[in-house]
């Protein structure tokens, strides 16, 4: 019963945007798990300021930092969280789902043959003719010119060399590779939570 009030407490929250959905938008709030990493560096973990109250009320997290923004429900004003953490950590997965955009993600979304990164497909490097399956050490992350020009061989007998050998990654193989692509935009307060493998400003 007490759960229930707490959620329909926090689902009586309101802006004090005029524009509801703006604000959700604009206010999302960093996650970082127990030991102070985020949950997820690509995509960035990142939850509605919704979801951030409701577990703020559930007890579930700490907040960390706050936006200047505040929220309102008739017996309570709560500054938005810009950053919180779990109090219980979440042990992430050793290997990651074999999905598109993790495969993409493993080969930095990059054609394996040529580098290029645009019009990306996949590739059966060993072909599916010649009893090639689709698992991570069979598919590389391909052009579309590169992947026609391939067609149904082996990269040796079509003349072309794979940069990297397709692998099984890791969950924290793939959070390396995430690090190298931040986001457009990143809040003032994520900043100190977040580490990103590109040039610092001199």
């Avoid at 206010?27 to 509605?48: G, H, I, M, Q």
């Avoid at 990059?110 to 990306?120: A, I, K, R, V, Y």
Wanted: aromatic share 12%; glycine share 4%; hydrophobic share 35%.
């Amino acid at each position: 019963m007490f759960k229930a009030e707490l959620l329909e407490r926090a689902a009586r929250f309101r802006s004090t945007e005029e524009d509801p959905t703006r604000n959700l938008q604009s206010c999302p709030s960093l996650v970082l798990n127990a030991d102070y990493t985020p949950l997820s560096y690509y995509p960035l973990s990142l939850w509605p300021w919704q979801t951030a109250i409701k577990a703020i009320f559930l007890d579930r997290v700490d907040v960390i930092s706050t936006y200047d923004r505040e929220v309102h429900s008739p017996s309570l004003d709560m500054k938005i969280p810009s950053v919180i953490a779990l109090k219980q950590y979440v042990k992430p997965s050793e290997f990651p789902a074999f999905t598109r955009f993790n495969v993409f993600l493993r080969d930095r979304f990059s054609c394996q043959f040529c580098g290029d990164m645009h019009n990306l497909t996949f590739d059966h490097v060993v072909p599916r003719r010649l009893g090639g399956k689709t698992t991570w050490e069979n598919i590389a992350t391909a052009c579309a010119p590169c992947n026609m020009k391939k067609g149904g061989r082996t990269p040796k007998q079509a003349g072309m060399q794979l940069y990297t050998k397709p692998i099984r990654p890791t969950h924290w193989q793939l959070q390396q590779h995430g690090k190298q692509f931040p986001p457009n935009y990143l809040h003032e307060t994520w900043r100190d939570w977040l580490y990103w493998d590109i040039e610092l400003e001199a």
